[in-house]
């Protein structure tokens, strides 16, 4: 099948490089031309792991990138990956889906054939019927069942195990209003639909829109939970990983997303939990639920840095803070929770040095007003600290040794694997 890809971010990129890998003839349209040139040079714009060599493969042949919006006309279908950000309230921001789908329906007035536009980002109920198809209708001047078909198939992979979330999802959700649409996607799902362990979900468009922001907000409801019960289970001097390990037992409950600390974080749990909870708010439902959920999280930072002050007088402090992107695996620190620890640190008089094996330019450049040193390793933060917080685990801190600290003391807020032998005190934010 012809498939173009609106947008060549995490998703658009991750899309096109598996669908190309999948056989079909795939061309993403991006703005900025950095990312064009990349891709068409067989490289890829993100890290991923099994992307650069899906794209080196394709690349020139049945891959390739253009900013030129015609690109369109030539596949038989077009999926919009852009992005969906907050506006200040927290509520979803439509501005950049709106600008792309002008383009979008501008191209296709040129299009004698048949074309399905397929809405994949994070939108809630509504859009994709509500803005996006008016918006093609009127810049296109077809109309929505005669020559032009829209479905919404929202995406659930993961950053830093894009490629297999894609290729292997536990389910694809198709929201489309005609047999015509559904079966185009089907076809293109084909050999991933066809797997062991995938579900096919075919409904109507608004439920598939909301089955997006229905899986992220249990998703981080679920780890907002095992956080308030892994505060309670310190306040009891209790384990809860020990305690959450046996609750997961339960099939009905699961063992997977159940690592308590110091709360979620990243692109996606924050913004989509945000624009649901402003969403229902606008329907005239009070989200209190999904309210609670935000404000468990955004305390853990807070009690990561109280914990660490029961031990060490922090005015002056020098604290070696081990992690700054928003989960092991990525250099992406947005909403990580690392930031909330460097703010409480530097409004407590500490004196952070922060190391991470790949996000610290991230942080230097997105936050140049942050107090905080950078060390080029572990064993440099911990050099004559007097106190370590851990906020990112990441796999290398299981090596870690403390022998350098001036203070031997480490509060952990990932449960990284340490010899608490070799500590003075080593404290866990849920343990
Ligand atoms: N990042 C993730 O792990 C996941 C993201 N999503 C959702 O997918 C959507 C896209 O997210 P990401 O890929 O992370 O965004 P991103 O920000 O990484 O990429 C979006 C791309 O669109 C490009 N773009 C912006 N305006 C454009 C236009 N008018 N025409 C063409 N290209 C344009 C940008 O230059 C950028 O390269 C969002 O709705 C997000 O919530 C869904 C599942 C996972
Ligand atoms: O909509 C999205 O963009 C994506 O959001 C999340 O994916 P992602 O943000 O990449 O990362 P996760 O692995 O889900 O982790 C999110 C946050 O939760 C935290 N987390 C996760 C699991 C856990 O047990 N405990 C915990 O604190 C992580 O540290 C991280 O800060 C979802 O898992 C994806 O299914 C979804 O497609």
Redesign the pocket.
């Known amino acids: 099948m012809h498939v173009s890809i609106?947008?060549?971010?995490?998703?658009?990129t991750t899309v096109a490089a598996c669908l190309a890998d999948l056989g079909h003839d795939v061309v993403n349209?991006?703005?900025?031309e950095g990312?064009v040139e990349t891709i068409n040079a067989g490289e890829a714009p993100i890290h991923e792991s099994g992307l650069e060599e899906r794209i080196a493969e394709h690349a020139g042949t049945n891959l390739r990138a253009t900013s030129d919006y015609a690109a369109v006309r030539d596949t038989d279908v077009t999926f919009l990956?852009?992005?969906?950000p907050q506006a200040d309230d927290g509520s979803l921001d439509l501005a950049?889906m709106q600008?792309?789908s002008e383009?979008l329906g501008r191209a296709l007035a040129e299009k004698d054939d048949d074309h399905l536009v397929v809405v994949?980002?994070?939108v809630l109920p509504g859009t994709t019927e509500d803005v996006v198809g008016p918006i093609l209708e009127e810049e296109s001047g077809k109309r929505i069942g005669s020559g032009l078909e829209l479905a919404m198939n929202p995406?659930?992979?993961?950053?830093g195990t894009a490629v297999s979330d894609f290729l292997e999802p536990d389910k694809v959700v198709v929201g489309a209003t005609s047999e015509g649409a559904a079966a185009t996607l089907r076809e293109l799902y084909s050999p991933i639909i066809a797997r062991e362990g995938t579900d096919l979900v075919e409904t109507d468009i608004r439920e598939a829109e909301l089955i997006k922001y229905a899986n992220n907000a249990f998703l981080a409801s679920k780890v907002s939970l095992v956080n308030e019960l892994g505060n309670i289970a310190k306040e009891y001097a209790a384990d809860a990983y020990e305690v959450l390990e046996a609750v997961g037992l339960d099939d009905r409950i699961s063992a997977r997303f159940m690592r308590s600390g110091l709360g979620w974080g990243g692109?996606?749990f924050p913004k989509d939990v945000d624009a649901l909870r402003a969403g229902a708010r606008d329907q005239g439902y009070d989200p209190a639920l999904l309210d609670a959920v935000v404000a468990v999280n955004d305390a853990q930072p807070q009690r990561l840095v109280d914990l660490l002050e029961n031990h060490v007088s922090l005015e002056g402090a020098h604290i070696a803070v081990l992690g700054l992107s928003f989960k092991p695996g990525t250099d992406d620190i947005r909403k990580s929770r690392a930031l909330d620890v460097l703010e409480h640190l530097d409004a407590r008089g500490a004196r952070p040095v922060a190391y991470d094996p790949v996000a610290v330019e991230n942080v230097r450049e997105k936050h140049p007003d942050l107090e905080v040193e950078y060390a080029d390793s572990a064993a440099a933060a911990l050099e004559g600290a007097d106190g370590a917080v851990v906020a990112t685990d990441w796999p290398e801190f299981d090596e870690l040794t403390f022998d350098g600290m001036a203070k031997r003391v480490v509060v952990d807020g990932r449960r990284i694997d340490v010899d608490e032998a070799d500590l003075e005190v080593y404290e866990g934010l849920t343990w």
């Open positions: 609106v947008g060549s971010g995490y998703v658009g349209i991006e703005i900025d990312i990956c852009l992005p969906t950049i600008a792309g383009s994949k980002s994070t995406e659930f992979l993961r950053m692109s996606c």
